[in-house]
């Protein structure tokens, strides 16, 4: 599925930084195959060694991720006069190079949607109405409801590998009718002729962690995605369009004190192709504490986080830029 090349017309090119320091493949990454009676220990294993893993033998029929994925390439292609009728994001809605509302910019455009149908924004429903020919189905609905699906699955089985008691104490927080969810559908256009030529792969989507419980990621077939080593090292993850990544977040690394590690991780945008991705981020009820879980502390383990609801940590992350270590100021000292 091609997302047409457009002119690099792209306006705030120049404040978009390049990474130009190789990145070496990361071809030991955990494969957890949700069919396997021992994922959940391997999963547990990978939240704590890198807050990623990659799942294969999900649920989420194929045809849904191929359906929205040429919708999302429809919408993409509209001209851009259209498509700036959904935006800007406030934050939902149709965004072109501006990440967030404090400075960060990358080589992207995209779409970010609540998934939460009790408040679902004006913005939104306003894309749908304003374009039914491309988002005519009832494709964004049926994806969401399926990796929703997966992301429970996903949430129980850490709970289990962790031996947490009861196995839906993380997942019932998505479950939550109130779950401060939402969706992302990012388009990386292919990079201009100048940078692809330098050899310089522009920022696509600059470092950072998810501030959520647990990302769901799915790409088209295109490279670009790199997480962050504990040593500090960059891989690049390579793209594999029927499998989902999961990330873990900050809210997961606080919940488990510290023990899974929320994942530093960004995109490059690749030279030639355009890559095109879609995330489902959990979140828990904006009232929610976030607090280590009782049942996964030692008798005498102190909280190394100071107790914050999930609305004083969203608050604190939208006033900060992505690269930033948001928890820094929710940790103890
Ligand atoms: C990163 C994860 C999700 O994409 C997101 C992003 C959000 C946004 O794009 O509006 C943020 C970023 C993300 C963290 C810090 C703030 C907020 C941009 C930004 C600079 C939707 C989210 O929840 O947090």
């Given at each position: 599925m091609v997302v047409q090349s457009q002119p690099a017309t792209l306006t705030h090119c120049s404040l978009i930084e390049t990474c130009?320091?190789?990145?070496?493949?990361?071809?030991?990454?955990?494969?957890?195959?949700?069919?396997?009676?021992?994922?959940?220990?391997?999963?547990?294993?990978?939240?704590?060694?890198?807050?990623?893993?990659?799942?294969?033998?999900?649920?989420?029929?194929m045809e849904f991720i191929t359906r929205l994925e040429s919708e999302a390439v429809e919408f993409f292609n509209l001209p851009q006069s259209e498509k700036d009728k959904a935006g800007p994001p406030d934050p939902f809605g149709y965004g072109s190079k501006r990440i967030g509302s404090n400075g960060d910019v990358g080589w992207i455009e995209y779409l970010l949607l609540n998934t939460n149908p009790q408040v679902v924004s004006l913005k939104t429903l306003a894309i749908f109405r304003q374009r039914p020919e491309v988002f005519r189905s009832s494709a964004v609905n049926d994806y969401i409801q399926a990796v929703k699906t997966l992301a429970f699955e996903v949430l129980e089985l850490i709970a289990d590998g962790l031996k947490i008691?009861?196995?839906?104490?993380?997942?019932?927080?998505?479950?939550?009718?109130?779950?401060?969810?939402?969706?992302?559908?990012?388009?990386?256009?292919?990079?201009?002729?100048?940078?692809?030529?330098?050899?310089?792969?522009?920022?696509?989507?600059?470092?950072?962690?998810?501030?959520?419980?647990?990302?769901?990621?799915?790409?088209?077939?295109?490279?670009?995605?790199?997480?962050?080593?504990?040593?500090?090292?960059?891989?690049?993850?390579?793209?594999?369009?029927?499998?989902?990544?999961?990330?873990?977040?900050?809210?997961?690394?606080?919940m488990t004190n510290g023990r899974l590690k929320s994942v530093r991780h960004r995109v490059s945008a690749n030279t030639h192709k355009s890559r095109v991705s879609m995330i489902y981020f959990g979140g828990p009820p904006l009232s929610e504490k976030i607090v280590p879980l009782i049942s996964l502390m030692g008798k005498q383990e102190e909280s190394l986080y100071k107790e914050f609801t999930w609305w004083e940590y969203k608050t604190s992350a939208y006033k900060s830029t992505l690269a930033d270590y948001r928890l820094g100021l929710f940790q103890k000292t």
């Open positions: 130009n320091k190789p990145t070496t493949v990361f071809t030991s990454i955990p494969v957890i195959n949700l069919e396997d009676p021992e994922s959940k220990f391997l999963m547990v294993k990978a939240c704590e060694e890198y807050g990623f893993f990659k799942v294969v033998n999900h649920c989420v029929p008691e009861p196995r839906d104490a993380l997942s019932k927080l998505l479950r939550d009718e109130n779950s401060d969810s939402c969706f992302r559908l990012n388009h990386y256009p292919p990079c201009p002729e100048p940078e692809a030529l330098s050899g310089r792969n522009l920022v696509g989507f600059g470092e950072h962690t998810d501030p959520q419980i647990i990302s769901v990621l799915r790409s088209n077939n295109t490279s670009g995605l790199q997480i962050c080593l504990k040593d500090g090292t960059w891989v690049s993850v390579p793209p594999d369009e029927s499998s989902f990544f999961i990330n873990v977040g900050d809210a997961l690394q606080v």
